[in-house]
């Protein structure tokens, strides 16, 4: 006859152990897995979500030409690199945010002089609350277009980040981010003119990169600039005055 076995028995529990503590180890979620990576990576992971790099970083890493469909792709995506500066950049513009509206409160003089007169110096704290809403919104901003790999919008939003902390006379955390914006606005605007060459909407650049590029279905054939001139036209030689003596008398004997 088997032995009976009891039913709050888990496997894998160790002898001497309460109903309850068995209880706790036979819930999937309290189990140790020890195929798990670090929480560190799983965070990084999950944040950075890297993906399978594209037609053009395959085609950039192996320095082969471009075509127009990995152009367009280029364009209207941003790599992991420009991603990666709009999600590390956007934590950072939140904190920003509040640390310099909190220093101007700090710091506001009061509305009120010694003599009783207004100071014109003062700021209402309500106007500075409404600025802390626009960085953070422009910091929520960066964040959903760094996320969807929008480049140029992810740009434009960085620059007007940075240009409102840089009037707020924080010159310090507003440089980077108007530096990190200008470079997504030239890597942006330099595709848009590969992906305009490569469609023959533009004249290739003597020299450039988008030159060498291949685009074996253009969209229209570029224009040839060079202009040959036709060859003029030679005028037939003289005839000798021996032979125009001569018709006349042949024409003399075919009468005859």
């Known amino acids: 006859m088997p032995e009976r076995r009891d039913v709050d028995d888990s496997e894998g529990a160790p002898p001497g152990l309460t109903v309850w503590q068995r209880f706790l180890l036979a819930l999937p979620g309290l189990r140790r897995h020890r195929d798990k990576a670090p929480i560190g990576e799983r965070l990084r992971e999950a944040i950075v979500k890297p993906v399978e790099p594209g037609t053009a970083a395959k085609a950039k890493a192996a320095d082969k030409p471009l075509t127009v469909d990995e152009l367009q792709d280029a364009v209207r995506h941003a ?6 500066l709009g999600l590390l950049g956007a934590p950072f513009a939140a904190a920003i945010g509040i640390l310099v509206i909190g220093d101007l409160i700090t710091h506001d003089p009061a509305a009120l002089l010694r003599n009783g007169q207004v100071n014109k110096a003062h700021v209402s704290v309500g106007l500075y609350h409404e600025l802390e809403l626009v960085l953070l919104g ?3 901003l960066m964040l959903v277009t760094a996320w969807w790999r929008k480049r140029l919008f992810l740009g434009i939003t960085m620059a007007l980040y940075g240009l409102a902390i840089f009037n707020l006379h924080y010159w310090g955390f507003g440089i980077p981010y108007i530096l990190g914006a200008a470079w997504l606005l030239v890597r942006s605007y330099r595709l848009q003119r590969e992906l305009r060459e490569a469609n023959g909407e533009l004249p290739a650049r003597a020299g450039a990169q988008g030159r ?18 036709p060859p003029p036209k030679r005028s037939p030689a003289p005839k000798p005055e021996s032979q125009k003596a001569d018709k006349p008398e042949k024409k003399h004997k075919r009468a005859g």
């Open 212 to 229: 060498r590029r291949a685009h074996p279905n253009p969209a229209r054939p570029q224009p040839n600039k060079r202009y040959t001139p």
């Open 79 to 84: 790599d992991d690199k420009e991603r990666l």
């Open 138 to 140: 422009l910091a929520l």
